[in-house]
């Protein structure tokens, strides 16, 4: 399943299934972008991060892809599992120290 | 657990009520934040503070005031507020320099 981020803000897989969760983001000079992961009454949670000089990351099931040219990140969960339903958002550093922006995020829904 | 905690977890209150917010971390970070969340909406930044100075009001109306007294604790005391300003509000720390930031599970306010 593929997610546009802000403007399909669900998405819903099977459990095993890969998930991609796509972001768009607006400022050419922002030079560093984070994961976060949101379960229900919990805080944001750091999942993986990627600074510009980088196209591609890979953690633990988790890969954050970065695309300069059309200002589009997504990460990718390999092997879903329900532990992964959550909301998911995208953040950017926009040069500033400490001017991080953040999108309203997609939920995650993982069936069994 | 992120190190960073927030107390109370749940709070409802009057609109003629005075409470404050209590966040404290316990990862040595120099930096500290403000958050609101509402549904749907992306987090909106609140305050800023390096090393107890504020650096950021993000036009904050004044029935929020921070209070940051030592780089461990920050505090967001409310006063008068109104039925819009329920929400969850999160508390996040950051290393002075450094972007990421580390989020607290969150006061969830509720204004009668």
């Known amino acids: 399943g593929e997610s546009v981020g802000l403007h399909l803000p669900t998405l819903s897989v099977q459990e095993g299934d890969n998930s991609i969760i796509n972001c768009a983001y607006s400022?050419?000079?922002?030079?560093?972008f984070i994961w976060y992961k949101q379960e229900s009454g919990k805080g944001p949670q750091f999942i993986i991060d990627?600074?510009?000089?980088?196209d591609k990351r890979q953690g633990q099931r988790v890969t954050v892809l970065l695309n300069k040219t059309v200002k589009h990140l997504s990460l990718q969960i390999a092997a879903t599992q329900p532990g992964d339903s959550a909301v998911y958002f995208c953040?950017?550093?926009?040069?500033?120290?400490?001017?991080?922006?953040f999108g309203a995020g997609t939920r995650l829904t993982v069936k069994p | 657990e992120t190190g960073v905690t927030q107390t109370p977890r749940h709070l409802v209150m009057g609109m003629t009520n005075k409470k404050s917010l209590k966040c404290e971390q316990h990862l040595g970070h120099n930096a500290m934040y403000w958050y609101k969340q509402s549904a749907k909406k992306p987090l909106e930044l609140m305050f800023v503070y390096n090393f107890k100075e504020q650096t950021e009001n993000n036009s904050v109306p004044s029935r929020f005031s921070p209070e940051c007294p030592n780089s461990s604790h920050l505090f967001l005391h409310l006063h008068t507020l109104q039925p819009e300003d329920s929400a969850l509000y999160l508390c996040?720390?950051?290393?002075?320099?450094?972007?990421?930031?580390?989020f607290g599970p969150g006061t969830r306010l509720t204004v009668l």
């Open positions: 990627i600074r510009s000089n980088m």
């Open positions: 953040a950017e550093n926009r040069g500033n120290n400490n001017d991080m922006r």
């Open positions: 996040a720390s950051s290393p002075t320099g450094e972007d990421t930031q580390y």
């Open positions: 400022n050419s000079a922002s030079d560093y």
